[in-house]
């Protein structure tokens, strides 16, 4: 048996008006158009729905046992669709970012609360983590999308550039770096260096430009916030992208650009392959690229 909502609202208007015309008017149809509704419900029912008569139409025994049901439905189907109205209007929603740290603490707070405040009906989530982990979490559908660097396997990932994060030197005030006019990348494998840890996105763009340049990795860590520590404390130097720069910009810390080719980390929007994203997400999606030019500035 199949009924569609068009014959369960015609079967509730006659139910409540107990009048052909006066349902039909309700329903916005000709009478003959209804009252041919109420026939094909009641012929895919298999039984009569409504006694009626010159005068009166009431339902059968049959009929009040459709009525409750067909009232339960219908509140329900109503508010599927002002549910599916919200979350395209963006009253209703939620969307998970994965983030890398320094993006999470960084670019997107600032963002994120734009966002929150244009469309409070909305719930966010952020997970910040290092690059295989979120990652992860966009290919596994944990989160709807990703801010990150690529890895090597990429699959089921499609990748749209956002920004190539540029490499600084940052040294004590009175470290013999901090009054060079041109530093080369080269020229750091002398010193002392404070490194964060393989797993980030930071440490393999490094591993990978250094190359064959002799390094002297002194400590190895995984919060920026420790870098900062180490550095001001004299026991090295370390080189990080632009986005993390708020970390160090204090007053016994001096912030150098390398010479030469630039070093950068390209950064892209991750989401998962041959997906739509919900609404919601999308409109984060898009203003997140809408700002793609500040992540510099942070």
């Known amino acids: 048996m199949n009924l569609s909502s068009r014959q369960l609202r015609a079967f509730v208007a006659l139910a409540d008006e107990k009048h052909f015309t006066r349902a039909a008017q309700r329903c916005h149809l000709t009478q003959p158009a209804f009252s041919a509704l109420i026939r094909a419900l009641e ?3 298999g039984v009569r729905l409504f006694d009626r008569n010159t005068r009166n139409v009431e339902l059968t025994a049959e009929g009040r046992v459709l009525d409750a049901s067909a009232r339960r439905l219908l509140g329900e189907f109503d508010l599927v669709v002002e549910d599916l109205r919200d979350h395209a209007a963006r009253r209703r929603g939620h969307v998970t970012v994965a983030a890398l740290p320094s993006l999470a603490a960084g670019w997107l707070p600032g963002l994120l609360a734009q966002f929150h405040q244009d469309y409070p009906g909305i719930t966010l989530q952020l997970r910040d983590a290092l690059l295989d982990p979120c990652l992860d979490l966009v290919q596994s559908g944990a989160a ?32 013999p770096l901090a009054t060079r006019d041109r530093i080369r990348l080269r020229d750091l494998g002398r010193w002392p260096m404070i490194q964060l840890a393989r797993g980030s996105s930071v440490r393999r763009h490094l591993d990978d430009a250094m190359g064959a340049i002799p390094a002297q990795p002194l400590l190895e860590v995984e919060h920026l916030a420790t870098v900062t520590g180490l550095v001001s404390a004299g026991l090295g130097i370390t080189i990080v992208p632009a986005m993390t720069l708020f970390h160090f910009r204090r007053g016994d810390l001096v912030i150098k650009p390398l010479a030469g080719k630039a070093l950068t980390r390209p950064l892209y929007l991750v989401r998962r392959q041959g997906r739509t994203l919900s609404t919601a997400a999308q409109t984060l999606y898009d203003l997140l690229k809408e700002h793609r030019g500040q992540i510099g500035e942070a």
């Open 144 to 175: 709807d999308f990703a801010v990150a660097a690529q890895r090597a396997d990429m699959s089921d990932l499609d990748s749209e550039f956002l920004h190539a994060d540029r490499f600084f030197l940052v040294c004590r005030k009175d470290h």
């Open 43 to 45: 012929e895919s029912a």
